[in-house]
């Protein structure tokens, strides 16, 4: 689990999935993909003193690309009825919060010349797909799958499989077994408690 939680940092931020005018996940993917290379590659961030600037620009990426209230809704499963309308806006959120700052220094301070392959698209119906690619990191191929929803006409993350492991479900077993234990508010304070 640690091997995919480090692959993942790479990858919540190389894939950007959001715009208005592109029809194709597999082509919009590819786009914004080079997006997110130009920042993390971009010398003008080098400097320590640049890395909130550039942390700022890359979270802002992350914030387009991903569904994070779908994900958050998906994450609890039925649990999502115990939330009142408040906490599940709430939770939402903090999970949001939670996903992308957990990874951003790693993928700042880790990110050295990754590149991605991109092997395939599966069209499941009209409004969603997966998009296959591997991530190539010093000769190594790791699959990473993208399930992406289109609400409207713009495509969205709202699952990552990584050789096979999906993030949401990762979760959603966390999620799930905390909940036997606390109410809902007690999974919210948690998450607060691990943003400090």
Known sequence: MKRVNIIFCIFILITCIYTAH????????????NRVFSVLNDPAYSDQ????E?????????EEAF????????????????????QQEE???LFGQFLGNTYLDKIQSGFS??????TGEELLSNTKAVVMTNLIRKGVKTPVYYSLQKQGTIWRIYDVKIEGVS????????????LLKERPEGLIAMLKEKLK
Not at 22 to 33: G, N, R, T
Not at 113 to 118: F, G, N, P, R, T
């Open 113 to 118: 010349d990754e590149q991605v392959e991109y």
């Open 167 to 178: 993030l949401l479900k990762n979760y959603r077993t966390q999620f799930s077994e905390i």
């Open 54 to 62: 550039q942390h700022d620009i890359l979270y802002s990426i992350i």
């Open 91 to 93: 939770f939402a959120g």
């Open 22 to 33: 592109a029809s194709e996940p597999f082509d919009i993917l590819k786009e914004k993909v």
């Open 67 to 86: 569904d994070f209230n779908g994900m958050a809704r998906l994450t609890l499963a039925r649990n999502w009825q115990a939330f009142t309308p408040v």
């Open 49 to 52: 003193a640049k890395k909130t």
